[in-house]
C-alpha cells in the first residue's frame, strides 16, 4: 500500500507539470559575498525556483521549430518543503548532495487498512443513522500499541481508528466496478475502518533519472 501511494503522489505532480509542460523544477544559486565565504560550498544560497518547458513547436512559425520557455521564480526566502520523495529530489537537480547524503535514509511506515461493515440497531434505523458513521470525530482520535513493542525495541504493529470524509474513502476504496463502487458508499454510515502501521526497520533511497524525476528504492524490512 505504501508503494501504491508513493506511486501515486508522484504521478500526481508528474502529470501537473506535465498538463504545464514543465520539466522537473531546480532552486537557484547565489554566493554571498567574500572570498572566503565563496570558496566554501555552504555560501551557496537559494534564491528562487527555476523550471524549463520541455521543448515543443512554436505555434504559427513559418518553419518547425523546438522552442523551451524558461520559468523563474525569485524570492528572498526559499523553503524546501516537498514531501520526503521530492525535495531530495529538487536537491539533487539543483546540485546539492551533501557529501552523498541527499536521498539516503529514506523511511517510511508501511501500513493498510481495513474496513468492516456493521447493521444498525433498530433504534439507529428508526433515528435514520448509520451503525457507525465512521466520518464523524477526529481523525486518528484513537489507536492501540498493544501489539507495537515499540519500547522494547520491537517492530510491531501500531493500529488507529480514523475518522474519515467519503470523498476520502471513495478514493482508496477498492472497487470492481461504479455499480459496486456506489454500493459500498451507500452503505459507509454502517462500515468502522482501522489502519495498521508498521514500523521498517530498514531504509531506502531517492535518486533522480535523466531527466530530473524521483528515482525511489525501497522496500519494508
Not at 102 to 131: D, M, N, S, W, Y
Not at 160 to 172: E, T
Request: aromatic share 4%.
Amino acid at each position: 500500500m505504501v508503494a501504491c501511494l508513493v506511486t501515486l503522489a508522484v504521478a500526481a505532480v508528474r502529470a501537473l507539470l506535465t498538463a504545464m509542460l514543465l520539466l522537473p523544477p531546480r532552486l537557484l544559486h547565489s554566493q554571498e559575498a567574500g572570498r572566503e565565504a565563496q570558496a566554501h560550498p555552504r555560501s551557496q544560497q537559494a534564491t528562487g525556483v527555476l523550471a524549463l518547458s520541455a521543448a515543443r513547436i512554436t505555434p504559427g512559425a513559418a518553419t518547425a521549430s523546438l522552442q523551451q520557455l524558461q520559468l523563474t521564480v525569485h524570492a528572498p526566502l526559499v523553503v524546501a518543503s516537498c514531501g520526503s520523495i521530492h525535495t531530495p529530489a529538487l536537491l539533487l537537480r539543483s546540485g546539492i548532495t551533501a557529501g552523498g547524503n541527499v536521498g539516503r535514509h529514506l523511511r517510511l511506515h508501511p501500513a493498510t487498512g481495513v474496513i468492516g461493515f456493521f447493521e444498525p440497531t433498530a433504534e439507529q434505523t428508526a433515528a435514520g443513522q448509520g451503525a457507525v458513521e465512521m466520518y464523524q470525530g477526529v481523525s486518528m482520535g484513537a489507536f492501540s500499541r498493544a501489539a507495537a513493542g515499540w519500547q522494547e525495541g520491537g517492530y510491531g504493529a501500531m493500529v488507529s481508528v480514523p475518522a474519515a470524509h467519503p470523498g476520502l474513502l471513495a478514493a482508496i476504496c477498492p472497487d470492481s466496478s461504479p455499480g459496486a463502487l456506489k454500493q459500498m458508499m451507500l452503505h459507509l454510515r454502517n462500515g468502522a475502518g482501522c489502519v495498521v502501521f508498521a514500523r521498517d526497520s530498514g531504509s531506502g533511497s531517492v535518486s533522480i533519472d535523466g531527466v530530473g524525476w524521483p528515482v525511489i528504492s525501497y522496500w519494508p524490512d
